[in-house]
């Protein structure tokens, strides 16, 4: 397990350095957790919560969650390649969802390092 759950240095490396975007790019990474995470059932069909954990991988690469992509890599392997029993699932998708949860927390605290001075261009030379 990593020290932060998004690594910054990543996230603005993907963003050419505009905290702005990177910010933005958070935005969506919530998004996709939102609307993703619902999917990760593990009464559900293997099929379905690996296509989910293969998008909240995508996700998460976007925004150097390198823990959560790493778990969902482990479950979209499983769903894949070898189901396991609706308990095995929900220990893998467990997984999934206390990295997301992990991710999701660090949010807000990634958007506030972004507004740093010298991240973000000033309003007002904008104008």
């Not at 997984?95 to 605290?109: G, M, N, P, Y």
């Amino acid at each position: 397990m990593s020290q932060t759950p998004i690594d910054i240095d990543h996230l603005l490396s993907m963003t050419g350095g505009d905290a702005d975007l990177a910010d933005e790019v958070l935005g969506i990474f919530q998004e996709q957790a939102r609307i993703w995470s619902r999917m990760l059932d593990p009464r559900a069909e293997a099929s379905h919560w690996a296509d989910a954990a293969h998008t909240l991988k995508g996700a998460a690469l976007s925004v150097g969650a390198h823990d959560l992509a790493e778990s969902c890599q482990r479950a979209e392997r499983a769903g894949r390649e070898n189901p396991p029993t609706p308990a095995g699932a929900a220990l893998l998708l467990n997984e999934v969802k206390d990295e997301l949860s992990r991710a999701l927390e660090a949010c807000s605290r990634v958007s506030h390092a972004l507004s740093r001075p010298g991240l973000r261009a000033s309003k007002a030379s904008n104008s």
